[in-house]
């Protein structure tokens, strides 16, 4: 319970969401009871019984480029991304096990859990992984760096550091036996480091390749540390002798080399994405469990032949493959951010999630029902099972992206906005095209907003655009033509808001101006002016105020009547506000923002009731549920957030 004046944390329900794109990014806990796995720039631990997460934000806005889990289940490991190529990029060390306290008690914000901070590279933070015993960490540079540097566990020191290889290094795997030995791969060579504490060093040996040339992005280690397995961009594995001498004095000659043995004849098309090490309990052989860039996911024996009543084919490459501490099944991950969870036996997978692989941009409510929403992204519009958060049906439309998206009335047309000018039309059972009105606006479809009932004969779409221009648009059954086109806005049109009545619309835009339109006789009435990029506007359910928000942080209220400023509220400290969402009732009203932070605010008072964290990007749109219950925002890093609104008292 709420009230005024007092800020609680929003209960967050639920999450849809998953970065596929991360190498080896998704995984199960040794405990085999959780999955982790990558979403924008936080670390998501999900209950694999129970679906309750929880968050490991280092609150920056850097994307996680890889995770490593601890053998004994005490640590995480993540590395992120920088924004450019010569700043730096962090790796962090977390506690587990209090991440994973906060799920069980489904308090996914809690924190408490950031152990240490890891600072040495620079651009990118390629690979890392724990030793056997968890004392020690390495971690891998990107393309600008490609520094090895291994860490104290305990005290989040550096011990040493070396230059990974003469080219560039991409995957690093700590032996399974020994806590002072890991192997590196990369661009034509594949490394056997072997660290001294006590000197510190490292001291590394180059595997003989003969005259095989190839560049390897993924790894393995057998579990008894004589083998491992690489694949390569050019659809081979790998299999390498890792045996290697102790450190010897400069001038002493090794006696043991590692060597490259043998590798598959069957190439895998667009190369091999992610490998895995997996024991034939019938006969203990090693096998190597692999994943394609075609999205096969295939075993091979020990001699490296494909085993072909293990394969299967999955949507996207195959980035991750996990084992269960049984091995009796493993999840697979891909780069179109699905999870699929498959038994070893019968090799038929499961699909366990699906959600979007890019930034997703608009989300709309059919009318009057709670019970499915619609999300619009990149090359696709979705519809989604608010119970059940699963997806019910799929709209791909190839090489364009989908900026906004309306539903009519009826429920009988999907209405959408994309890149390529056009506005799409699709029946809401099959997704179906239903029409198409080309070149609607030059460089792209920004916005979109239905004026009428699509029960009558013929209703009215208003539509903004890149170009400035918000235009008016029939539909008539035979036809669709343009009974407006309005030119005032200088920037694009981020946003456009009918009234209950269809004869007045507002659009609000990047020139720093709202221009209230009478879109019967197509010309303007009001105009509202603040230097700021105007990214939403909206319209009070009684239609006496607007309300706006932009780059300035603030959100302020308008006189409708006049087009007047009533009142301005820090919307933000210093982050721009992207996206309204208000009540059917105007009691309360939702904000978003570039600060990853979703607020709930009294609209009366102008006072922030709730906060919700979560997010680890901008957030594109925020809206109620018609039932009034839920909140629903989504964001730059993909995600699909689901909030309770608390029960308040004003």
């Known amino acids: ?11 967050l329900e639920s999450i849809i969401g998953f970065t596929g794109s991360v190498p080896a990014g998704l ?16 670390v998501v631990l999900r209950s694999v019984t129970s679906g309750n997460i929880s968050f490991l934000d280092a609150l920056n806005n850097d994307k996680v480029s ?13 590395g992120q991304e920088s924004k450019g190529s010569t700043t730096k990029a962090d790796a962090f060390l977390w506690d587990l096990e209090r991440a994973i306290k906060n799920c069980e008690s489904n308090n996914p914000s809690a924190g408490g859990c950031l152990l240490h901070r890891l600072n040495q590279h620079i651009g990118k933070v390629q690979s890392v992984d724990f030793n056997c015993d968890s004392s020690l960490l390495v971690t891998l540079g ?30 690093s795997r700590w032996l399974n036996r020994r806590n002072d030995r890991f192997v590196t791969c990369g661009n034509c060579h594949l490394r056997v480091w072997q660290i001294c504490t006590a000197t510190p060093k490292l001291h590394a040996v180059d595997a003989s390749m003969g005259s095989m040339r190839r560049v390897m992005q993924c790894l393995s280690i057998s579990n008894d540390d004589k083998h491992a397995f690489a694949g390569s961009k050019t659809g081979e594995v790998l299999k390498f002798r890792i045996d290697r001498d102790e450190i010897r004095p400069f001038n002493e000659p090794d006696s043991a080399h590692p060597s490259l043995q043998d590798y598959n004849r069957d190439r895998f098309s667009k190369g091999v994405r992610s490998v895995a090490c997996i024991v034939n309990p019938s006969t203990g052989n090693t096998n190597v469990l692999v994943g394609a860039g075609d999205g096969i996911v295939q075993i091979l024996n020990p001699k490296l032949q494909l085993i072909a009543s293990h394969r299967t084919q999955l949507s996207g490459a195959v980035t991750s493959l996990s084992l269960a501490p049984n091995s009796k099944k493993f999840y697979a991950g891909t780069d179109l951010s699905q999870r699929y969870s498959i038994d070893v036996s019968t090799f038929t997978p499961e699909l366990h999630g699906t959600c979007h692989f890019g930034e997703i941009y608009d989300i709309k409510f059919p009318k009057n029902c709670s019970d499915l929403f619609l999300t619009a992204s990149s090359q696709d519009i979705r519809v989604w099972n608010t119970k059940l958060r699963q997806e019910m049906l799929r709209i791909r439309v190839p090489n364009n992206t989908c900026h906004a998206i309306e539903l009519t009335s009826s429920g009988g047309s999907i209405l959408s906005g994309w890149s390529d000018g056009k506005i799409r039309v699709f029946y809401p059972e099959t997704g179906k095209l239903k029409f198409i009105i080309p070149e609607a606006h030059d460089n792209g479809v920004t916005s979109l907003a239905l004026c009428n009932d699509d029960l009558n004969s013929a209703w009215r779409v208003v539509s903004g655009g890149n170009d400035g221009r918000v235009r008016v648009w029939k539909i008539l059954k035979s ?29 609000a835009s990047a020139d720093g101006s709202c221009i209230v339109w009478d879109i019967i006789k197509g010309i303007r009435i009001h105009a509202l002016f603040e230097p700021t990029i105007f990214n939403d506007i909206l319209l009070h359910p009684d239609e006496s105020q607007y309300l706006t928000c932009g780059s300035h942080t603030k959100i302020s209220y308008w006189d409708a009547y006049d087009a007047s400023q009533i009142r301005v509220i820090e919307g933000s400290i210093n982050r721009e506000m992207t996206c309204l969402s208000i009540q059917n009732d105007g009691v309360l009203f939702a904000s978003g923002g570039a600060d990853k932070l979703l607020k709930l605010w009294n609209y009366d008072d102008g006072v922030s009731i709730g906060v919700g964290r979560g997010h680890s990007g901008t957030i594109h749109k925020v809206v109620f549920s018609p039932d009034q219950q839920k909140l629903i925002s989504v964001g730059s890093e993909g995600g699909i957030f689901i909030w309770k609104v608390p029960t308040a008292t004003f």
């Not at 319970?1 to 209960?11: N, Q, R, Y």
């Not at 490609?146 to 080219?167: T, Y």
């Not at 005032?488 to 269809?502: F, K, Q």
């Open 479 to 507: 036809h669709q033509s343009m009974v407006h086109s309005m030119k005032e806005h200088r920037g694009a049109v981020n946003a456009v808001v009918c009234n209950n009545d269809g004869t007045q619309a507002v659009s």
């Open 27 to 42: 995984q199960y806990t040794p405990c085999g009871n959780f999955i982790v796995y990558p979403l924008g720039s936080v």
């Open 142 to 171: 990107g393309q600008d760096d490609n520094d090895l540097v291994v860490w104290d566990v305990k005290s989040g020191e550096s011990i040493c550091g070396s230059p990974a290889a003469n080219d560039s290094a991409h995957c």
């Open 66 to 78: 890889c995770v490593a889990l601890s053998k004994d289940g005490r640590y995480l490991a993540s």
């Open 1 to 11: 319970m709420a009230s005024t004046g007092e800020c609680v944390d929003l209960s």
